[in-house]
């Protein structure tokens, strides 16, 4: 195995082009050592922060932060309490008790099933974290509470949305996912879905979402070229730059 | 009445992942003020480095459940998406670069309470380690990190090979490892 340890630093800041990048990002899955050595330069660009001159933030900010987090997931507002040394615990635990639902883990002959769950919702953490582009869908009238955020990678276009708190829908019924031009004029089924039942459901879309300027979720029972069913949560989405 | 209380990162990342609003403020707290700060150093103007903060927030706020302690502290892990956000709307401004770091360091820092001078008193030691290397270095590390110039670019602007800017990187990084050992330390994470 070649090491990649002369592009650690301009890794660690940021500074490779994306080609370069991605496959020293391969080479760290596979690498303790190298891995070693990046959390050592890391550590120093860490601290690079504190070189910048010291700036007040705006003092709406804090405010318009925790804003769009309670319109983002509105339950959230509902779940929060005030913080004492025993409130951190049952957060700890509920924490981990929404991951295990969320694996469905129900008894130990599942054990394969989840680990592959695990796999795949560590994918998906991997996907947010590398997607360059995001906009977040809120589910409106019935649908209020659920969600989903439609995440796209920058060099790939590959895009996915993950929702969550997905409301139960007839067995007959299915969510679909559409895109549409700036228009109006021309809606795209990019995807179509039950709902499993837990707290994140990740769907893969298929389709190349920079073309299009806006996102819906619909609820279907027909598979019509343009949707007839309810709108469960809708989003526009800016070209790049905006 | 409840006693104060002022939890570990990785606790409030936890208390994140369970969707609640206070750990998202408690975050904000600890680390909205050096993530502004950062934002406004690489953009250098409020309503931008607002922009980025937000976002960044918003981020850790979807993305916490992904949070893993082995890739970093969350001090780390916030401030890095603070740090990509802002080189990337750099990045698509391609006729503006920010100044170099003493124009920055020009405009004098906002006046502040006493936490916020220790938090200048911490940067004090960093910048000092930074200043105390070879101006080549110096400059490397300022315009990758604070410029967001790629690799490429920087070998363009300073008028050297490739090669050099990965020793310049390299050799100014652990020089800084090195004084910020044997000084305060690198920054960790929370309480």
Known sequence: ?242 | MSEPFDPPDEQVIAALAARDLNALAALYDRYGRIGYALAYRILGEPEGAEDVVHDAFLSAWRGAPGYRRDRGNVRGWLLSIVHHRAVDILRRKTAFRPAPLEAAAERPADADTAGDAMRNLEGAGVREALTALPVAQRKTIELAYFGGYTQVELAEIMGVPLGTVKGRMRIGLQKMRRALEAGMGAPGGGP
């Not at chain 1, 003092?59 to 983002?72: G, N």
């Not at chain 1, 599942?110 to 919702?121: I, V």
């Not at chain 1, 974290?129 to 019935?142: I, K, N, Q, V």
């Open chain 1, 1 to 242: 195995m070649s090491h990649v340890l002369d592009e650690l630093e301009l890794y660690a800041v940021d500074a490779l082009p994306a080609i370069d990048r991605d496959r020293v990002t391969g080479h760290l899955a596979d690498c303790p050592f190298c891995r070693d050595e990046l959390s050592a330069i890391a550590r120093v660009v860490d601290a690079l922060p504190e070189a910048a001159p010291d700036r007040t933030p705006p003092p709406r900010l804090r405010e318009r932060i925790l804003q769009s987090a309670r319109t983002s997931d509105p339950a959230a507002a509902a779940r929060s309490r005030v913080w004492t040394p025993r409130r951190i615990g049952v957060v700890g635990l509920a924490a981990a008790a929404a991951v295990l639902a969320a694996l469905d883990l129900t008894a130990a002959s599942q054990l394969r099933s989840t680990t592959n769950e695990l796999g795949a919702l560590e994918q998906t953490m991997v996907d947010v974290s590398h997607a360059e582009r995001s906009w977040y869908m809120g589910g409106t009238g019935d649908y209020a509470g659920s969600g989903g955020t439609l995440y796209v990678a920058g060099r790939t276009g590959h895009a996915f949305v993950l929702f969550h708190d997905l409301k139960p829908i007839a067995a007959s019924a299915r969510y679909d996912v559409w895109l549409i031009t700036t228009d109006g004029q021309r809606w795209i089924r990019a995807a179509s879905f039950a709902p499993d039942g837990q707290l994140f459901q990740r769907v893969d879309i298929d389709a190349q979402v920079v073309a299009y300027r806006r996102c819906a979720v619909t609820v279907e029972t027909t598979a019509a070229e343009r949707p007839v069913g309810p709108v469960a949560m809708e989003s526009n989405i800016g070209p790049p730059g905006q």
